[in-house]
């Protein structure tokens, strides 16, 4: 079965720190972008950063830039993400996907294959 499962995040004060992480079965991550989406209240779901598995480049929409770090070990076919300096902003439900990803100038996507996590809530008090 195609699939990703994410395990991580929880709740956190302000400053803190969390980590998500997703691993693929069924499929691995050769050549296709991988990354994190998330939905935040009142918005709709929004690219996090993203990894082109064709060349490794990462890119990140602006409000992760410089917090959140996007990894991933394609023999593992995991990826992660860790979030520091967390605001109640980023409060929402963080979603890994496979074959799709949006964030800053990048666009990707593999007419094989998409895949997402079942999601992840996040909850950042003041």
Not at 10 to 38: H, N
Request: proline share 2%; net charge negative; aromatic share 12%.
């Amino acid at each position: 079965e195609v699939q990703l499962v994410q395990s991580g995040g929880g709740s956190v004060q302000a400053g803190g720190s969390l980590r998500l992480s997703c691993a693929a079965s069924g499929f691995s991550f050769d050549d296709v972008a991988i990354g994190w989406f998330r939905q935040v209240p009142g918005k709709e779901r929004e690219g996090v950063a993203c990894i082109n598995s064709r060349d490794g480049s990462i890119y990140h929409e602006d409000f992760a830039r410089g917090r959140f770090f996007i990894s991933s070990d394609n023999v593992k076919n995991t990826m992660a993400l860790q979030m520091n300096s967390l605001t109640p902003d980023d409060t929402g439900v963080y979603y890994c996907v496979a074959g799709f990803c949006r964030a800053g100038i990048y666009y990707g996507r593999d007419s094989r294959l998409e895949v997402w996590g079942a999601g992840s809530p996040v909850t950042v008090s003041s």
